[in-house]
């Protein structure tokens, strides 16, 4: 069982061994406290077929991730009427109905359940959500590593509103429809048992997620972010931090606007698409603050140009945000299109002496 010690700020460790765990090393990070290095944290799909296995079994072994993901999606429920990951259309446990894209691309929504006013009332979140072995086979891979334990929720307030009653959802809450913001609170209250249940188990971390950006800035204006969302994020927060979680999220698009809510709601990691934010603006501000999970460009991974090109392209991240006091993790996606070589190369420039450089 991973020991009690050493999680969020009010209990830091103070190491004598001149080698730290993995768990020790991200946990450091995460508390802004001197490391030897950034941890490691490769996204790869397992099992993907454009993937090869030996590929990523070499991947794990010359450049092993210091973070272990607990992924616990819902694979059982009454709406549940299709594998994930088989070809043509499946229906998930929310109701929500999926087309499979091609190797690699995300699904499509093809159907919301809840596009009707008149079924808003009635909604439940699917039971499955709070099925107990999710949580006891977190404690089991907790029990077998020394590694940082994250584990995903399904909390995404805002997707699963997307999701379950389309696009018009972000009209309808702007509106201030009270079928929209009454299926808020029943999603919320879910989330909440949901994170309960997690705060509960020996995982170090818990992640959320909503997508709340484009390429150009909010899907919603910050003071409704502010007025709706921010009071839930700041009960889930309150959740974990109460059982001593580390708290992770993640989204996509510009959130520049909303950037130091997040912090200040001491969410402990952010990831988000750093380079459509002014990233020095964020690295000079919030460093010391939030831990910085991420920071490269998908593009420049699939299009990485010249070894010398891609080592300038890593190095670059690295000065905004390493500077060996912690606070920031060098998360690597592996999508389609990138190539073994530069997944290599990736983690062995975050190896490389960095020049001193001033904060």
Known sequence: MA?????????????????MTSRELVIRTLNQEPVPRAPRDLWAPVGAAWLPADELAEIN??????????????????????????????????GCVWQEG??????????????????????QPPAALLEHGRFTRANKTCSTTSRFV????EVRPLDRLRMLCGESALVHLARGKDGIRKLLATLHESACKELERWAATEVDAVAFRDDWGTSDGLLVSPEMWRDLFRPL??????????????????????????????????????????????????AKRYRGRITFWGGMDPQQLREPGTPNQFRESVLAVRRLFDFGSGGVIAQC???????????????????????????
């Open 333 to 359: 996606p592996w999508e389609p299109g990138v190539r073994l070589q530069t997944i290599a190369a990736f983690f062995e420039h975050w190896l490389s002496p960095l020049p001193m450089h001033a904060g």
């Open 150 to 153: 994250l584990a995903w929720s």
């Open 102 to 123: 091609e190797a690699g691309a995300p699904p499509q929504l093809k159907h919301a359940p809840l596009t009707e006013a008149s079924k808003l009332a009635a909604y």
């Open 233 to 282: 994020y700041r009960e889930y927060c309150n959740i974990l931090h109460a059982k001593d979680k580390f708290v992770f999220f993640l989204s996509g698009g510009n959130i520049l606007d909303i950037f130091g809510d997040l912090v200040k709601l001491e969410i402990d990691a952010i990831h988000c698409q750093f380079d459509l934010m002014n990233p020095q603006r964020l």
């Open 3 to 19: 020991p009690a010690w050493g999680k969020r700020r009010s209990r830091k460790i103070t190491l004598f061994a001149t080698v």
């Open 61 to 94: 072994v010359r450049y092993p991730s210091d973070i272990v993901t607990i992924e616990s999606p819902i694979q059982a429920g009454k709406r549940l009427h299709a594998k994930q990951g088989k070809a043509g259309e499946y229906t998930d446990a929310w």
